[in-house]
């Protein structure tokens, strides 16, 4: 499809915290939110009228001028009758119809959690354990480097199956840290070391443990924190688990600053 010059929608990623309050902004559906970012999905949803700017918290929306497809409302047309759920912030709502939430995607809305979680009994019903979890969101993608648990935080890195493989996952390694987790395999290494870095030179971090599988795909967890440490330039207490596949600490060791 050929371009032509109009005004459109510009979303600054550095500047977005991935809140999400554009997105119902955009009658057209042309904002979603993507790995923690809002993202323009189509140019030829977006009209350029601007309806999302007062929304952005962070001043990351802007409208330019330049060459882009053409705004195409039978585009939109289909793509609302294929949602038929859709609804945005300048449409009538039938009775039933579920508001849309204020801050967008849940997955997106940062939280300190104060209290303890639901608590799970053990098989005899004598004993029971309470959820350590202090943050959300836990994904290393999703979380904003302006998170406010992450000032001054002890920062708990742990590769996605470890907390599966771990029967005190909770109580052994959670308490009094923020967690944040990803798997060095199926995800962007390069830019998890990158988000990394950027949380640990924005915030004064004082721990850094990184929880990893013993199976060889894993190791790349480790790697990666110490390369982010290193960029970030914090002279920070590094600590290093390995954990087996049958939930057995295998190795648990601090890293020596000078290497690092």
């Not at 039938?94 to 940062?110: M, N, Q, R």
Request: proline content about 7%; overall charge negative.
């Amino acid at each position: 499809m050929a371009t032509v010059k109009r005004k459109i929608v510009h979303i600054d990623e550095e500047k977005c915290d991935g809140c999400g309050r554009c997105v119902p902004a955009c009658a057209e559906g042309a904002i979603r939110i993507i790995d923690g970012k809002a993202r323009l999905v189509n140019e030829a949803f977006c009209d350029g009228l601007g309806a999302c700017l007062g929304e952005c918290p962070q001043g990351a929306i802007s409208i330019l001028e330049h060459e882009a497809t053409p705004f195409d409302p039978q585009a939109v047309n289909d793509l609302q009758e294929k949602l038929p759920l859709h609804s945005s912030a300048h449409s009538a709502r039938s009775e039933g119809e579920v508001e849309p939430l204020p801050c967008g995607c849940p997955g997106s809305a940062v939280m300190e959690l104060d209290a303890p979680g639901c608590r799970v009994e053990d098989e005899t019903g004598l004993h029971s354990t309470a959820s350590r979890l202090a943050n959300w969101p836990v994904q290393l993608r999703l979380v904003p480097t302006s998170a406010p648990y992450l000032k001054g935080s002890r920062l708990l890195l742990a590769a996605d199956c470890t907390g599966f493989a771990s029967p005190d996952f909770h109580r052994r390694f959670l308490p009094g840290r923020v967690l944040l987790v990803g798997c060095p395999k199926l995800d962007d290494a390069s830019f998890y070391r990158e988000k990394l870095a950027a949380i640990l030179a924005e915030n004064d971090v004082r721990e850094l443990v990184v929880i990893h599988m013993e199976v060889p795909c894993c190791f790349g967890l480790a790697n990666l924190a110490i390369k982010a440490v290193k960029e970030a330039g914090r002279d920070i207490p590094v600590i290093i688990v390995k954990l087996g596949v049958n939930g057995q600490v295998l190795e648990s060791s601090e890293m020596e600053r000078t290497v690092i």
